[in-house]
């Protein structure tokens, strides 16, 4: 871990530090899909962890939850509850963990979903579960429980193979909200849907961070990371980039890191201009900076050395923080 990174929180509900994820692939080349990563969670906060596809977000949400596939190797430290999760035998993340400390919405959940159930089962044995409900009292709260996702009460009954991609989203949401775990990890969870659900599954998300809980958002959608998140941390080539106040992200200054700007760039709401070239392959990193290859402000140092992550950011030549106000 860089010592750059601070010390964690106390009141955290999550505290990552120095986080590595590799695979092994076959002839024994590695691949690093995560490098180094480091953040808190507070209680009531939304982080949302942003970046293209393949940079490593999905990834780094399956080393919390132990998730990973069995060529993987994992280095550093994520604590949540007082729980190390790197490393955490599976007895312990199944009891202790998945639901309960931690929450949920999975990147492709029709395939989390057990096909021979329907919704309202799942639900309802969720709910039994985590909270101790009653049977006769389940139903009831199942039907609560698929309202706060926008879940069509009258779908209950139907089958994960019944529903459509928006529909399994919102079923997933619905499952991951019931155990009010302190942490909910949602990983694309406006994939699916259209703008008006977009908008209402994002601010019951924001509603369930108010009640004092912690999310961390992984999404492609900018604009709902815009509607809802405290902070956004951008992922480029397995490493973070930047962590920004989402306020200052979005709005004034904007981001310092070149990749930052030039996503946010890329919006259809701004200038609809696209990052010129490809991100690097995950098992071919160069020796410096990965973006340096695509930066309009790269100089030899940015393609020879990899710059430290210092004050949330790791950049050689970011944009000019703003100006210190004048003194009276």
């Known amino acids: 871990m860089s010592g750059a990174h601070p010390s964690a929180a106390p009141a955290s509900v999550l505290s990552v530090r120095g986080l590595h994820v590799r695979f092994r692939m076959r002839g024994g080349r590695q691949v690093a899909a995560v490098r180094d990563a480091s953040f808190d969670l507070a209680p009531g906060e939304c982080l949302a962890l942003v970046g293209e596809s393949g940079c490593g977000k999905s990834v780094l949400a399956s080393a919390l939850l132990g998730l990973l596939p069995g060529n993987a190797q994992t280095a550093g430290s994520a604590i949540a509850g007082g729980i190390e999760l790197i490393g955490a035998d599976e007895r312990t993340l199944a009891r202790r963990v998945r639901g309960r400390r931690i929450g949920l919405i999975p990147q492709s959940p029709a395939a989390h979903l057990t096909p021979v159930r329907t919704v309202g089962a799942h639900l309802e044995e969720t709910l039994r579960a985590l909270t101790g409900i009653r049977r006769r009292e389940a139903r009831r709260a199942a039907v609560a429980a698929a309202e706060r996702a926008a879940f069509p009460a009258d779908l209950l009954d139907r089958y994960p193979h019944e529903l459509s991609g928006g529909l399994a989203q ?130 030899d140092t940015c393609a020879t050395t990899l710059p430290a992550f210092a004050a949330g950011l790791s950049c050689h030549h970011p944009a000019a923080p703003p100006a210190e106000p004048p003194r009276a």
């Open 170 to 299: 919102r079923a997933a949401t619905a499952l991951a909200l019931v155990g009010d775990a302190p942490l909910l990890l949602a990983d694309e969870p406006t994939t699916g849907l259209d703008r008006d659900l977009v908008h209402r599954t994002a601010d019951e998300l924001r509603r369930h961070t108010d009640d004092g809980r912690a999310l961390l958002m992984i999404t492609h959608d900018l604009a709902a990371a815009q509607r809802i998140a405290d902070r956004v941390a951008v992922m480029y080539a397995g490493r973070i980039v930047e962590i920004a106040d989402a306020d200052a992200f979005f709005g004034a200054p904007g981001p310092r890191h070149p990749y930052a700007r030039r996503l946010l760039a890329a919006l259809p709401e701004r200038d609809f201009t696209p990052i010129p070239g490809l991100p690097p392959e995950l098992g071919d990193l160069p020796e410096g900076c990965a973006f340096a290859p695509r930066c309009d402000r790269a100089t």
